[in-house]
């Protein structure tokens, strides 16, 4: 295939660390669009080292660099401002003084992120989110 896999949406966090990105509105493939996550690993060298198409239309590629191999080089909260960061200790304040459970945990760091335009807003999250 030659043509546009993706182009630049979010990224994808987990445990408060960026795991992957996400390339969405790539060309058309029959009734969607052609979609693309990019799962970022350690490595000597910047290369792609393993492409696979887990459902028609969807493509995971891993990419090999060695920016992310230092331990804290994919965690979110450093690359914050420092007004997000604040917040970001507030929300965990909460949690630890038991004043919000998980779920609003996650949610409220959900909109953090999307205020860091991390993240898009869940209005504007397509349907297939599954990974």
């Not at 945990?105 to 991390?118: P, T």
Request: proline share 4%; with cysteine; charged share 25%.
């Amino acid at each position: 295939y030659s043509g546009i896999l993706g182009i630049w949406h979010e990224w994808e966090i987990e445990n408060n660390t960026f795991v992957g990105m996400w390339m969405r509105e790539g060309d058309s493939c029959g009734s969607k669009n052609r979609q693309t996550k990019i799962l970022l690993v350690c490595g000597r060298s910047n290369k792609l080292v393993q492409v696979s198409e887990p459902s028609t239309c969807v493509y995971y590629l891993t990419f090999e660099t060695p920016l992310v191999c230092h331990p804290h080089s994919l965690l979110v909260y450093p690359t914050l401002t420092e007004d997000l960061q604040i917040k970001w200790d507030q929300v965990e304040e909460l949690l630890f003084d038991g004043l919000i459970t998980e779920q609003g945990y996650k949610k409220k760091l959900r909109a953090l992120f999307e205020e860091a335009d991390y993240l898009k807003t869940t209005h504007e999250q397509p349907e297939d989110r599954k990974s």
